[in-house]
């Protein structure tokens, strides 16, 4: 599929099923396409722009949400849920807000056959429903400071759209947190920060640069906007996640103000922050191969399949073997596949697993219940290991660990290789209209000196990376001094 072709457009063109995955290194769009109906995470619906995500592909959204439900539990902040329907009176108070969501909201004009006194928005987003909640619920010192997220679907009407990665609807988590000061409001910005990094290298095996948004790509209404950015295996960025510190903007917006410990009536600081299932199409795009989905063991559905071998006495003792390692297995804690399809081979199983990306295989036939072992083959670099059977569970999860920061390590390695340090406008044009990848290069800090390196070269600054000073010399484009160390790339 071509980089501006859209999901629904591309339905009447695609067959019903995938039986072979393109090669990655032939066309990469084609190859991410592939693998996510092949691997069934997803497939096309007769609504334009909008994706089905399949049990495999949601059991994989769900294992990413909880740990990282778990990681917003533990620093204080609680979830609620808030109306997918907000009224248009309330969206067009923050005006630099609704501005820039303007051209992707999606209307209700009629509820049955009546039409509406007032238009409702599906959300975009959250702040203008959210906030004028908060605007009853904070009062005094007391209240604040105030820390809810939620898990909720978004409807964004993009033009061009793609398998996870945009799409009309999707899902993702909002937190929306307020505070007595603008210093408070920034710690809880750069906490988020934090914890979305931890999460998507911990548990995603993604490496990524965390810095700050140049004002004209920050987040309509906000103060600041930190945004975390990972490289995919094509070398063009992806936005994995982003926090905002929103100011006092929504606060003055919706009359959000408390009495503080002096008595006097202060407006509150807030921030807002999330990640959406486009991270489903990171860990694709980011980890795969030629044979499929390559899944870090923390959040892949299944950590483990079992492929028993066919052979004298199958029914007799391989499957009861094969059983009772899935038993084992599970009882230390590990999700299990047990293959025990009758009607498919072995190798056909073997490439089906690979295909979908489960992290440590475990083969046992005949020969290998004669001699109380298993055979543990690992999807990253396919190394394969006879380990006794009252050894397998320590064998996996040292499988485990070494597969999860190997996959760590060599999207580090990718990221590293795929920087480059220019200075020079003609070699940052060449980058970009090549190999691509991350480019470090000095900025002058004018928006119209980066609106013209976008429109020459299809890069945009992807953050200003945070803890790096500004280089020695001129901006990459024009002949005034550097103000910041920018991150240039071609982005989805």
């Known amino acids: 599929m071509a980089e501006n072709e859209d999901l629904y457009a591309a339905q009447s063109s695609e067959p019903d099923t995938v039986t072979e995955i393109t090669p990655k290194s ?4 084609r190859w991410y396409i592939d693998i996510v ?48 329907f907000i009224p248009e009176s309330l969206l067009k108070k923050e005006a630099e807000h609704v501005e820039g969501f303007a051209p992707e909201v999606a209307w209700v004009t009629h509820g049955g056959d009546e039409p509406l006194e007032e238009r409702l928005a599906v959300r975009p987003t959250s702040e203008a429903i959210i906030c004028s909640l908060y605007s009853k619920w904070v009062k005094s010192w007391r209240d604040l400071p105030l820390l809810i997220n939620q898990w909720a679907n978004i409807v964004r009407w993009e033009k061009v759209t793609k398998f996870f990665l945009r799409t009309l609807e999707f899902l ?22 934090e914890i979305y990094r931890d999460f998507m290298e911990s548990d995603l095996a993604i490496p990524v640069i965390t810095g700050l948004k140049s004002e004209s790509e920050k987040f309509a209404g906000a103060l600041r906007t930190y945004t975390l950015e990972a490289m995919m295996g094509d070398g063009r960025a992806l936005q994995a996640g982003t926090s905002h510190n929103l100011g006092q903007n929504f606060a003055k917006a919706f009359n959000i103000r408390f009495e503080d410990q002096d008595q006097q009536l202060k407006y509150a600081w807030t ?68 293959d025990a399809r009758e009607e498919y081979t072995p190798g056909w199983k073997y490439n089906e697993w690979e295909l979908r990306g489960v992290p440590v295989r475990a083969e046992i036939g005949p020969r290998d219940v004669g001699k109380g072992q298993a055979v543990l083959v690992r999807r990253d670099n396919r190394e394969k290991a006879f380990v006794p059977l009252d050894q397998i569970p320590d064998e996996v999860r040292a499988l485990l660990d070494s597969l999860q920061q190997s996959m760590y390590d060599r999207a580090k390695q990718f990221m590293g290789d795929q920087t480059r340090q220019v200075s020079d406008y003609e070699t940052f044009g060449e980058i970009m209209s090549g190999p691509r990848g991350f480019i470090e290069a000095g900025w002058c800090g004018d928006s119209d000196c980066e609106n ?3 429109e020459e070269t299809r890069a945009t600054i992807r953050c200003l990376p945070s803890g790096r000073e500004a280089p020695a010399g001129s901006c990459v484009r024009c002949d005034n001094p550097a103000k910041h160390l920018a991150i240039f790339a071609k982005a989805y």
């Open 37 to 84: 109906r092949r691997a069934e995470l997803g497939d096309y619906t007769p609504v334009r722009g909008c994706m089905v995500i399949r049990p495999y592909g949601y059991a994989l959204w769900e294992n990413s949400r909880d740990r990282l439900d778990a990681r917003l539990k533990a620093t204080g902040h609680q979830n609620a849920y808030f109306p997918m």
């Open 172 to 193: 993702w988590q909002e937190g929306h947190t307020v505070h007595a000061t603008e210093q408070e409001a920034e710690e809880e910005t750069l906490r988020i920060l």
């Open 26 to 29: 032939e066309d990469f769009s």
């Open 271 to 338: 921030t807002s922050w999330g990640v959406t299932t486009r991270l489903m199409g990171a860990l694709i795009m980011a980890h795969g191969d030629d044979k499929g989905l390559m899944l870090p063991p923390k959040v892949a559905p299944y950590q483990v399949v079992i492929v028993p071998i066919p052979g004298k006495h199958f029914t007799e003792s391989v499957l009861p073997a094969a059983r009772s390692l899935q038993d084992m297995l599970t009882a230390e804690g590990f999700r299990v596949h047990l």
């Open 452 to 454: 013209t390196i976008q």
